[in-house]
């Protein structure tokens, strides 16, 4: 079974520049998962799907952070204007929805942003 | 989601069991014990989680004591592979549950 695919792995752009990460989850995964992993620091939520719909974008800077799931598969996760302190490691994961699926979710391998 | 609490680090020499306490101490009657680990350069990946019984996989058992305000998440034979940051979370066991992840214990194995 292929696990979620993020791409690309590593890019590096100047500051005001925009990016764009993509992510493909387990197949059959109706939720998905948008968090951002600071070095030193756990991941932090940043969306979350059911299907299409973003469900929790709390924690979503939207005043240069977009995302969407058309589809309710793969997601993109946008960035613009990119500033310095946005370079990090974006995670993608995904989970099962079920009356009890456990909620256990599964972890891509992460985009590594450096932006100068 | 209730707040965990974790040491920073922890060493373990290779062979040994790895004993990786979390403190829990609010957590509420319908949140679940979750593990995950995060070897360097990867995404986090589970490895068990539990709501009040002690829970055995084929990567580790988790401990939760009786009053469920902390857990010990132990990895029988330590491997260096298993060098990793771990995290305890602590969340309702369905998507809508917010996975808060700490900053983790880094456990070194050693040979």
């Known amino acids: 079974e292929a696990g979620v695919v993020q791409s690309p792995r590593y890019k590096i752009i100047e500051k005001k520049q925009p990016v764009a990460f993509w992510c493909n989850p387990i197949s059959g995964h109706n939720t998905l998962y948008w968090y951002l992993q600071n070095l030193g620091q756990g991941p932090e939520l940043l969306i979350r799907?059911?299907?299409?719909?973003?469900?929790?974008d709390s924690q979503l800077p939207k005043d240069r952070f977009s995302a969407e799931r058309l589809k309710g598969v793969d997601s993109t996760l946008k960035i613009q204007p990119a500033e310095l302190g946005d370079s990090a490691v974006y995670l993608c994961?995904?989970?099962?929805?079920?009356?009890?699926?456990?909620?256990?979710?599964?972890f891509g391998p992460g985009t590594r942003l450096t932006v100068l | 989601d209730a707040k965990t609490t974790q040491p920073t680090s922890m060493d373990c020499a290779e062979g040994r069991a790895a004993n990786l306490p979390c403190n829990h101490s609010?957590?509420?009657?319908?949140?679940?014990v979750y593990w995950y680990r995060q070897i360097h350069s990867q995404g986090p990946q589970y490895i068990i989680h539990?709501?009040?019984n002690n829970e055995t996989n084929e990567m580790a058992s988790l401990i939760i004591t009786e009053d469920r305000k902390s857990s010990t998440l132990i990895l029988p034979h330590a491997t260096l592979r298993d060098t990793a940051v771990y995290y305890c979370?602590?969340?309702?066991?369905?998507?809508?549950?917010?996975?808060?992840f700490g900053d983790g214990t880094t456990l070194t194995v050693k040979p």
């Open positions: 539990g709501l009040k």
């Open positions: 609010t957590i509420s009657g319908n949140e679940y």
């Open positions: 799907y059911e299907n299409e719909e973003a469900v929790d």
């Open positions: 994961a995904s989970s099962l929805r079920g009356s009890f699926s456990g909620g256990e979710q599964f």
């Open positions: 979370i602590v969340r309702v066991a369905t998507n809508a549950g917010k996975s808060t």
